[in-house]
């Protein structure tokens, strides 16, 4: 059975950092490409941040969107079925239910982050930014 599960999300001031992980399970993450997505409250879902798969051309190639570049960094670990969402220097605007995802076919992560390429998802868990 497929599974991502998340955690280290909570209630952090802003300026601090906070760090997702994501372990995974029931699939082999090396072919894999990986993401995380976000929705706020009142917002539509928005893609974060994603990797290439292992396997594929651009192994390693990573993106962000412009609001949480140079914050935000994905990272993962194949042989730990784990994949990280460093944050930081957070904002209040970050606040939101924060997604792990994993997509197959050798994905290549482009320039943009679309749920469309996604194939298997986590729960999401809150992060909330606040003073």
């Known amino acids: 059975q497929v599974q991502l599960v998340e955690s280290g999300g909570g209630l952090v001031q802003p300026g601090r950092s906070l760090r997702l992980s994501c372990t995974t399970s029931?699939?082999?993450?090396?072919?894999?490409?990986i993401g995380w997505f976000r929705q706020a409250p009142g917002k539509e879902r928005e893609g974060v941040s994603c990797m290439s798969s292992s396997i594929s051309s651009s192994d390693g190639h990573t993106y962000a969107i412009d609001s949480v570049k140079g914050r935000f960094t994905i990272s993962r670990d194949n042989a730990k079925n784990t994949v990280w969402l460093q944050m930081n220097s957070l904002k209040p605007e970050d606040t939101a239910v924060y997604y792990c995802?994993?997509?197959?076919?050798?994905?290549?992560?482009?320039?943009?982050?679309?749920?469309?390429?996604?194939?298997?998802w986590g729960q999401g868990i809150q992060v909330t930014v606040s003073s």
């Open positions: 995802a994993a997509a197959g076919g050798g994905y290549y992560c482009p320039a943009y982050v679309s749920a469309a390429e996604f194939d298997y």
């Open positions: 029931g699939f082999t993450l090396d072919y894999y490409g």
